[in-house]
């Protein structure tokens, strides 16, 4: 069998970049149980709840939900267990000490394959507050507005 090259998105956290202002992004790996990864391979799971927290100087990702492998038997995982996050020992520290301040927590964005590899995609992140989260709508959609208008003027400039 040929070996996996590129990047295969398995589920996306579209809610959270209007939820939190992202501060960083980290790219990190998972420790899985084979009927997680062929579940994920068949491009299922949840990152709806997750979030990641540090344990004994460990970095776990909570609440993510990957649902039991169909044809799995007794070897099959529960569905909203804890897993380990595989990161750089600078990068925990990093981590810890930006997570110490006030509101800031660990968000997952993305899950995918990357070179045949499960990869979590984490965020630091900051909650937003109602307003925050108004204003950057309305910024969205003032963006949109000029784009569609410059695009009119290019199509009748064109004419």
Not at 115 to 123: F, H, N, Q, S, Y
């Amino acid at each position: 069998m040929a070996k996996e090259t590129g990047r295969k998105l398995i589920a996306q956290h579209k809610k959270a970049r209007h939820d939190y202002l992202i501060l960083d992004t980290y790219e990190c790996g998972l420790v899985l149980t084979g009927t997680e990864v062929k579940s994920l391979r068949q491009g299922r799971a949840s990152l709806v709840d997750g979030f990641a927290q540090l344990d004994a100087g460990e970095m776990w990702l909570h609440n993510v939900h990957i649902p039991e492998y169909s044809q799995g038997t007794w070897t099959n995982h529960s569905a909203r267990r804890k897993r380990k996050l595989l990161l750089h020992r600078a990068e925990i520290d990093k981590l810890t000490g930006k997570m110490h301040e006030s509101g800031l927590t660990l968000v997952p964005l993305s899950l995918y394959f990357k070179d045949g590899r499960a990869k979590v995609e984490l965020a630091l992140a900051r909650g937003k507050r109602e307003y925050d989260k108004r204003q950057t709508l309305r910024e969205k959609q003032d963006r949109r507005e000029a784009d569609r208008a410059i695009s009119a003027a290019r199509r009748r400039a064109r004419r």
